[in-house]
Structures are given as C-alpha cells and as structure tokens.
C-alpha cells in the first residue's frame, strides 16, 4: 500500500476515534442523566438493582469508549501497532457484547415486563401522595403518556391512602379532562363523585411500548450507525496496523 494511502487511513482512522470519543461521551451523560434526572423513568424503578446496574454500566461503557478513543486517536497519529492491536481487539469484544446483550433484551421481555410490573405495584401501593422525588416521575409519567397504573388503573386498588379513605379518591396525575371538568390538582389524591374514576383507560405499559414501537425505527438506526462505525474502525485499524513496518516511538512526546 502507498504512504499516501497510509496516511490517509491514519488521519481517517484519527477522525473516526475522535467520532467514538464524543459518542462515548453521549452515553456516559446519558447514563448520569437516567441516574441523577429526578423527573426520569429510572426514579420509578430505583428499588431495581437491575435498571440501577444498567444506568452504571451505561456511564462505564461510555468512559471505556472515551479512553478507547483516546487510545485509537494516539496509536494512530503516532503509528504505535501495540496500541492499534489493542484497541482491534477491544472494539471487538464490544460489538460482540452489544449483540450478546441485545439478543438477551430480545428474548427476555416478558421477565423484564414482569419485574417492572412488580416494581410499579411497589410505588403504587405505598404513594402516599406527599409529592416526593419518586412520586413527581411517576405523576409526570401519567401525566404525559395519558395512562393510569401499568397495567390499568385497577394497580391503584392495592393503595393504603385509597383504601382507608372515606371519600373516593383517585390519583390526580390520572385524570382525563375529558371526563370530567374542573380544576384539579397535578399530583397526589382527588376526591370522585362516583365510583367511576375519571381517570384513563389505558395502562402505562402500553404507553411506553406505544413508544417504543414509534420510535423503533430511530433507536434500530442509531444500533447499526455504531455497530458500522465499530466495524469501520476495526478495518482501519487492522489495515494501519500491517502497513506500519515497524515502530518509531521517538515520535511520542515525551513530558
């Protein structure tokens, strides 16, 4: 292969890990933004140690990328084979992870639709409706995807508050405007003039699956974006790698 044609894989191959450098990035904020965004799914679900661990490893991944693409960007300016070696090596054990691990999201949907079905009956039965961190996510959550309860508002029958009252009351962040009228409160127990809640039919189970099916098509094109750029460096790489003859490390400043 010609120096031009190294020298243009170099620099291609230097472009590229700065792209998976700032994409690192992307998801390490994004993990800290699921965990620490007090208005986030995440604090529904902060008893399970499984979306806990999710979110850390979000955060983990995204700095491995960032060091994985500090590491590109140095053994490729300074033609280092040790470090392209390496950094082949390691973008192949995370595309092969990345599909491990969404095949295993693949096939394990309904243990995952019923662990987040026992978490939410959970926050359900103790609301006590004193507008707590968890009870602001689960209230804009009803809110805004226009549901009542996971599977359907029966999930506010097993509530202490609701029970033990002697009014009929409902939670407010369910009400549906369309069946009843006035002003009514964004949060916490509202008082029903039958035992007909004016709430909406639908569970929020539906509603993020409604979503996700919505939005199925950017989340696929974001998958195989990274999973080509992956592979894309991984030629580079390799292709830079067997064209360097051999090290010249005085080329590395030294500090």
């Not at 700095?63 to 033609?79: D, P, Q």
């Not at 097993?158 to 409902?170: C, K, T, W």
């Not at 974006?225 to 067997?242: D, P, R």
């Amino acid at each position: 292969m010609g120096k031009g044609c190294v020298t243009a894989i170099k620099y291609f191959l230097f472009l590229f890990n700065l792209i998976f450098f700032l994409l690192g990035a992307v998801i390490m904020g994004f993990g800290l933004w699921l965990l620490l965004d007090n208005q986030s799914f995440i604090v529904v679900l902060n008893d399970s140690i499984a979306v806990k661990a999710a979110c850390y490893i979000l955060i983990g991944v995204g700095t491995f990328a960032m060091l994985l693409g500090f590491l590109g960007c140095l053994g490729a300016i300074y033609e280092i084979r040790c470090l392209l070696g390496l950094y082949f090596t390691c973008l192949l054990l995370i595309l092969i992870a990345e599909i491990v691990a969404g095949v295993l999201i693949y096939f394990q949907k309904g243990v995952l639709n019923e662990e987040m079905s026992k978490i939410v009956s959970k926050v359900l039965d103790n609301y006590p409706g004193n507008n707590s961190t968890t009870e602001q996510a689960w209230d804009f959550i009803q809110r805004n995807m226009e549901c009542c309860g996971w599977n359907g508002q029966s999930d506010w029958n097993g509530n202490m508050v609701i029970i033990n009252s002697s009014q009929l009351l409902f939670p407010c962040s369910c009400h549906n405007s369309s069946l009843a009228t006035g002003n009514v409160s964004e949060s916490g127990f509202c008082e029903a003039q039958s035992p007909d809640w004016p709430v909406y039919d639908t569970g929020c189970a539906v509603s993020v699956e409604s979503w996700l099916l919505t939005n199925i098509g950017v989340v696929l094109g974001i998958c195989i974006a990274i999973a080509f750029i992956e592979l894309l460096g991984m030629i580079l790489a390799i292709c830079l790698c067997k064209n360097i003859h051999r090290e010249d490390y005085t080329k590395v400043p030294k500090y």
